[in-house]
């Protein structure tokens, strides 16, 4: 088991950049995929953003590509999601998720939400305009 604690949301202006954390304690990190997916208000949780074991991998959802990076550091057990020009439309709250046995390289497993065992808490991102 792994257990996620998202940290470093809040309010930016459009334009803006935020930095997100995702802290994982429990079974050792490096065995689990980890990706970020965001729920805005009354709207489904998407996948935002996908990272294999050992960082070599990552897959960007076309809604934040070129503004979104993933990454992580096995030897800190974090992952993280940094963000820069940020739009209203970003705002919702991000939550870490993490899997040790998903098939990450299939678009519709990656994006699909129930594919993931370990969730956190989620952090609010709020982009005024």
């Known amino acids: 088991q792994v257990h996620l604690v998202e940290s470093g949301g809040g309010l930016v202006q459009a334009g803006g950049s935020l930095s997100l954390s995702c802290a994982a304690s429990g079974d050792t990190f490096s065995t689990y995929i980890v990706a970020w997916f965001r729920q805005a208000p009354g709207k489904e949780r998407v996948f935002v953003a996908l990272?294999?074991?050992?960082?070599?991998?990552?897959f960007i959802s076309d809604s934040v590509k070129g503004r979104f990076t993933i990454s992580r550091d096995n030897a800190r057990n974090t992952a993280h999601l940094q963000m820069k020009d940020l739009k209203p439309e970003d705002t919702a709250v991000y939550y870490c998720a993490a899997d040790a046995d998903i098939q990450y390289l299939s678009s519709r497993n990656r994006q699909n939400k129930d594919k993931y065992e370990y969730w956190g808490q989620g952090t609010q991102v709020t982009v005024s305009s």
């Open positions: 990272i294999s074991r050992s960082g070599g991998s990552t």
